[in-house]
């Protein structure tokens, strides 16, 4: 199996199979065979070990492991040191962030909170995300890590808040606030469909904040940006679902059900095979 197929099945299985997958990268370092492939390796031990599975220590061990590698260059033992510094410091071990540059130190923090946020600590994982957001407001270099998992983690951290029954009033703050920063640092970092992706986080965010007139614009916005892309059929149907959900609470009842009409004609037309991730969205609009 190539390092990528490998990569690829293990991110695709992680989240029902944990701990085979877990197993699986813990007896795969034979496949790690150039400097470009050990920060990949290194973000999905990260993830695993971390946010799936909270076991820190054997997480920080592998990734030690990692070193010893003859393809281990500079730039992929920072990625390395990222990684331990986010689980070490997940496991209570702040000074574990004092040796790293700032932007790495951001990175860090951002990588701690999405991991804290999987394990449902969330006022835990809100402290570090805010943390790095102070940290960033300085400034970051134009391509540097820390945007990518700044992104991440905001997303993350946003998603697991929403899912939570439990949230309270700071912590529904704090979803608002991750959601924003997931979005402005997927402007930096990624692609048109993650910046899309990001307004859908934060329009459901906001939603969940009773603020329906500020999540319309950023439905609104999810939605614009599909259309200028020509997305398919799947990115559509959410941009289009999420806006009907926040007109409909906005009290706009004759443009919720124009949305929530174009919302399941984009339905139609998903594929069989993607539509099991539709099920939560179509259930909020009443089908």
């Not at 993830?47 to 590698?69: M, P």
């Not at 999405?114 to 790095?132: I, P, T, W």
């Not at 007109?247 to 037309?269: K, P, T, V």
Request: glycine share 6%.
């Amino acid at each position: 199996m190539s390092f990528e197929a490998f990569i690829e099945s293990a991110w695709n299985e992680h989240a029902d199979q944990t701990r085979a997958v877990a197993d699986r990268l813990q007896s795969s370092l034979h496949i790690v065979a150039s400097a470009a492939q050990i920060g990949p390796y290194a973000q999905l031990v990260t993830h695993v070990f971390g946010e799936h599975q909270g076991r820190w220590d054997q997480g920080v061990a592998l990734l030690q492991s990692l070193r010893a590698l003859p393809s281990c260059d500079s730039a992929a033992a920072a990625a390395l040191d990222r990684g331990i510094a986010a689980l070490r410091y997940c496991d209570n071990d702040d000074a574990a962030l004092a040796a790293l540059a700032v932007e790495d130190r951001i990175a860090a923090l951002a990588t701690a909170a999405a991991a804290l946020a999987g394990r449902h600590a969330f006022d835990a994982a809100l402290a570090a995300y805010d943390r790095a957001l102070a940290l960033a407001a300085a400034g970051l270099p134009p391509g540097c890590a820390a945007h990518r998992a700044l992104a991440v983690g905001g997303n993350n951290l946003a998603s697991a808040l929403e899912e939570s029954r439990e949230r309270s009033a700071d912590q529904t703050a704090g979803m608002v606030r991750a959601a924003e920063g997931g979005l402005m640092f997927w402007r930096l970092a990624g692609t048109w469909l993650e910046e899309e992706r990001a307004e859908y986080r934060l329009a459901r965010s906001l939603l969940l904040a009773d603020r329906a007139a500020d999540a319309v614009q950023h439905a609104q916005r999810c939605v614009d940006i599909c259309a200028s892309h020509d997305a398919p059929a799947f990115e559509r149907f959410f941009g289009h679902a999420v806006l009907a959900l926040t007109q409909r609470a906005a009290g706009d009842a004759r443009a919720s059900a124009a949305s929530r009409d174009l919302a399941l004609q984009h339905h139609a037309r998903i594929p069989a095979d993607e539509q099991v991730w539709c099920k939560t969205d179509l259930h909020a609009l009443g089908t």
